[in-house]
C-alpha cells in the first residue's frame, strides 16, 4: 500500500542549480499539494491542484513550478535554487467530495541548498 | 482568509497525565477541522477530523477533540498520555469547498516525562 511517494528522501544542491522533486499517489485523489516545513513556522503551501491540467499558486510559490500531466503525479520543480529554499519538501493528497479533505502525506524531501 | 493558531509551542506532561493541545481558527463558513501527528522524521499522519454533527470527535490513539464554535476552538485531548505520544501536533482548517487546501497552524511539541 504505497499512499503517496517522494522521490528524493535527501538532496543538497548549489545556488543556482536546478532539480525536481517527484511525488506520485496510488489513491486516484483529484487534489494534491506541495508544502514546505521550516523550524516554527508550520507548513506551508507552496503550489496545488485539484486535478490533471490544473494548478494554482498556494502561499509562497516564488521560485517553483508545478505541472500536472496526469492524476498520479505532481512534481515540484525549483528553477534555480536559493539557500532560502533549504526545507523539508512534503507533497500531499486528498479526494474532494463532500465531507473529505483528509490529507495523505509522503514521507518527506530534506533539501538543503549551498 | 483561513488561518490557525497554536498558542503553545512546546509542552511537556509526565507519563499518566491527561494532555489538552489547543487550536484556535478563523474561518467565514463552517470549517472542516483537523489534528494531524508528526513523529521525528516523518510524514505527517491524521488524528482526527471534524466536519458537522457531534462537535466531540474521537480519533486514533485515544485521541478526541471538542468543536467550540463560540470560542473558534478545536482542542485536542488525551486523558492519559504515553511515551510514545511525544510528537509535534498540527491543527489545521480547510474549506469546506476544498478541505484538501488546509491551512495549518506553527505546531507543538509535545514532549512526555518518564
Known amino acids: 500500500n504505497a499512499g503517496v511517494t517522494q522521490t528524493p528522501k535527501f538532496q543538497v544542491l548549489k545556488t543556482g542549480q536546478s532539480m525536481t522533486l517527484q511525488c506520485a499517489q496510488d489513491?486516484?485523489?483529484?487534489?494534491m499539494s506541495w508544502y514546505r516545513q521550516d523550524p516554527g513556522m508550520g507548513l506551508r503551501l507552496i503550489h496545488y491542484s485539484v486535478g490533471a491540467g490544473i494548478t494554482d499558486q498556494g502561499e509562497v510559490p516564488n521560485g517553483y513550478n508545478v505541472s500536472r500531466s496526469t492524476t498520479e503525479d505532481f512534481p515540484l520543480r525549483l528553477l534555480s535554487a536559493a539557500p532560502s529554499q533549504t526545507s523539508v519538501y512534503f507533497c500531499a493528497s486528498s479526494s474532494t467530495g463532500r465531507k473529505t479533505g483528509e490529507l495523505f502525506f509522503g514521507e518527506g524531501s530534506r533539501l538543503t541548498v549551498l | 482568509a483561513q488561518s490557525v493558531t497554536q498558542p503553545d509551542i512546546h509542552i511537556t506532561v509526565s507519563e499518566g497525565a491527561s494532555l489538552e493541545l489547543r487550536c484556535n481558527y478563523s474561518?467565514?463558513?463552517?470549517?472542516?477541522l483537523f489534528w494531524y501527528v508528526q513523529s521525528p522524521g516523518q510524514g505527517l499522519q491524521l488524528l482526527l477530523k471534524?466536519?458537522?454533527?457531534?462537535?466531540l470527535v474521537q480519533g486514533i490513539k485515544g485521541f478526541e477533540a471538542e468543536f467550540k464554535r463560540s470560542q473558534s476552538s478545536f482542542n485536542l485531548r488525551k486523558p492519559s498520555v504515553h511515551w510514545s505520544d511525544a510528537a509535534e501536533y498540527f491543527c489545521a482548517v480547510g474549506a469546506s469547498t476544498n478541505a484538501g487546501k488546509s491551512t495549518f497552524g506553527d505546531g507543538t511539541t509535545l514532549t512526555v516525562k518518564p
Open positions: 474561518y467565514g463558513a463552517t470549517p472542516y
Open positions: 471534524y466536519f458537522s454533527g457531534d462537535t
Open positions: 489513491m486516484n485523489h483529484e487534489y
